[in-house]
């Protein structure tokens, strides 16, 4: 990297140049902040571990009726953007008896508690999408895209959040 390029946004890599130049604009121009404000204003009541859970079934029953049930269900402040995984699913295998008992968890990251609605939605219809496809394919997007319209918007602008929330820290 030269003297004079940009610092990477390094959760927007993956995103064409121009996006993230309208990034850099609005971080230079400190305005980040305020349009994240402006178009998620709202914070969630998802606060406990149970009521993330009701949360998470009630949009399986809808999308999801024939997907494994879900066990679990839990904000973990062990995830963290370290680790790139802002949630996890995760089946638990175990042996009982003569059977053998899988376990479907769903953990998300408890910097969710404090983001807006939207972005827990997005992050619990990634995580519920990944019962169904278990890989980042096209049939994975296509359905996170029927369960929760605008995903791919809404995941940019989570990757914008970051961004803003690194911004905060340093």
């Known amino acids: 990297m030269s003297a004079s390029s940009p610092a990477p946004l390094k959760y927007l890599q993956a995103y064409p140049a121009a996006l993230q130049e309208q990034v850099r604009q609005l971080i230079a121009q400190q305005r980040l902040g305020d349009y994240l404000q402006q178009r998620y204003p709202a ?3 998802v606060q406990s571990d149970k009521a993330l859970y009701a949360y998470a079934l009630e949009l399986k029953n809808q999308y999801l009726r024939n997907a494994p049930a879900i066990d679990k269900v839990l ?6 953007l370290t680790h790139r995984a802002l949630g996890l699913h995760t089946t638990v295998s175990r042996v009982q008896g003569a059977r053998l008992k899988a376990s479907k968890e769903i953990r998300v990251a408890s910097l969710f508690k404090e983001a807006a609605p939207e972005f827990l939605n997005m992050i619990v219809v990634h ?3 990944h019962f169904k496809e278990t890989e980042h394919n096209k049939a994975f997007y296509k359905l996170c895209e029927h369960m929760l319209p605008g995903y791919h918007q809404l995941e940019f602008d989570l990757r914008v959040y970051l961004t803003w929330r690194d ?4």
Do not use: I, K, T, V
């Open 43 to 45: 914070r969630h009541a």
């Open 127 to 129: 995580e519920l999408a």
């Open 75 to 80: 904000f973990d402040n062990r995830l963290d």
């Open 167 to 170: 911004l905060q820290a340093a």
